[in-house]
């Protein structure tokens, strides 16, 4: 190959989005273009998450998560203050409900210290120190670099940021074919590319297959659903969050401060019928639906991987009292179903590994040739983005 190589990037959300920076910033390429299939940029996970900037305290040390996370608090935590982004330095106290609880805050905190997470284990006589709201049994834990920052305004600034470097972002483009140096989109149209890397999120499975990748995966969309207060919130000063299930990549319901004084209460883990199915039958891929019904029926009669505990648990967050219900363990603060309503809801496209019949528990590349597949983009990719983009981009020019 003659002269600097030409990128493409399949996906216009934040991971797309800073991979393009990134290769900007190497001045390793010719050009860089970015496909996204909707109309603009990011309208998915990418600005429908919580906007927490995650420490890395919860991922086991042997995984990309891991790895990854505590640097890519950093690289955000900077990112946004430098460019006056709107955000919150609040911190998060993780609450036990009981002696069982105790114990797996010891393991999150192990798994905090060698993730360089910068965290503490306390008594829960020092918690009115951190948050006189929350309730915790024997102890907590303190995150002081858990930080809240706005979604929407990162990725706008990184859109600004990107289209200054000359970064093509191409939209209306869905890949339906992909060649060793071409991808074809719905209206035919044909792009070359010397690299490509696939960051579609909640479709990269099925750009990774089109590619002619084999690989032993299913997605299961789970819908995170929120409340977030009327009123902005005077009276907590900290995200509280319970000790999750670490046997599961979700969290729990818990109470997250936002970037500008209001206070969410969420997400939620239920299955649903899509990778868009933000309302109730909006949304849906009817092509793959009889596919995905058919593997969540087959899941909920087996319980692989407590499929069928976790969808009866979360069915009932479908009523907004539940979610406050939940709520009200981690706090001395009384919520009241009147003070929120129902705000935007996010998607969580999770990995199962068929062969395994388990959840995929971390990020996973998978690099084809010239092609560089990006799977199972989850909780904390928004924290993980700008660290993720490095490390893509040190892969392709090696």
Not at 30 to 55: D, T
Not at 187 to 199: G, I, L, Q, S
Not at 227 to 240: C, D, G, M, P, V
Request: charged residues 25%; contains cysteine.
């Amino acid at each position: 190959m003659q002269g600097k190589p030409n990128l493409m990037i399949i996906g216009g959300g934040i991971i797309g989005i800073t991979i393009a920076r990134e290769a900007a910033l190497s001045r390793r390429f010719s050009q860089i273009k970015i496909l996204e299939k909707e109309q603009i940029p990011g309208l998915h996970a990418s600005s429908r998450n919580s906007g927490v900037i995650h420490s890395g305290f919860y991922y086991s040390s042997d995984t990309k998560k891991a790895e990854y996370c505590s640097e890519a608090n950093t690289l955000m935590r900077d990112y946004v203050v430098k460019n006056l982004i709107p955000h919150q330095k609040c911190g998060k106290v993780v609450v036990s409900n009981n002696s069982k609880d105790d114990g797996i805050l010891e393991e999150l905190l192990n798994r905090g210290n060698n993730n360089n997470s910068n965290i503490k284990l306390l008594p829960s006589k020092y918690l009115d120190n951190y948050e006189k709201l929350a309730r915790s049994n024997n102890s907590f834990l303190w995150s002081p670099n858990t930080w809240s920052a706005s979604p929407r305004d990162v990725l706008k600034t990184l859109i600004k940021e990107i289209l200054e470097f000359k970064i093509q972002i191409i939209t209306n483009k869905k890949v339906i074919e992909i060649g060793d140096h071409f991808v074809r989109c719905t209206n035919n149209e044909r792009f070359n590319f010397d690299y490509m890397v696939n960051a579609s999120g909640a479709y990269a499975l099925d750009i990774a297959i089109k590619s002619g990748l084999k690989l032993p995966y299913k997605s299961i969309p789970f819908k995170g659903l929120y409340l977030k207060s009327k009123n902005k919130i005077q009276f907590f000063r900290r995200h509280i969050y319970p000790v999750p299930e670490i046997s599961m990549p979700f969290l729990g319901i818990h109470t997250t401060l936002t970037y500008d004084g209001y206070l969410k209460l969420g997400p939620t883990a239920i299955p649903a019928l899509s990778a868009e199915n933000y309302d109730i039958f909006k949304g849906i891929d009817l092509l793959q639906l009889p596919d995905l019904i058919r593997l969540q029926l087959n899941l909920f009669i087996n319980n692989d991987f407590n499929f069928r505990n976790l969808a009866l648990r979360e069915v009932k967050f479908l009523f907004k009292r539940n979610i406050i219900k939940e709520a009200q363990k981690l706090t001395k603060y009384i919520l009241n179903d009147s003070d929120f309503d129902w705000y935007s809801p996010g998607i969580r496209a999770q990995l199962y590994n068929f062969e395994t019949k388990s959840l995929e528990m971390d990020f996973i590349f998978k690099q084809d040739n010239n092609i560089l597949h990006l799977l199972n983009s989850v909780s904390p990719a928004w924290t993980c983005s700008f660290k993720t983009a490095k490390e893509v981009i040190k892969i392709i020019i090696l």
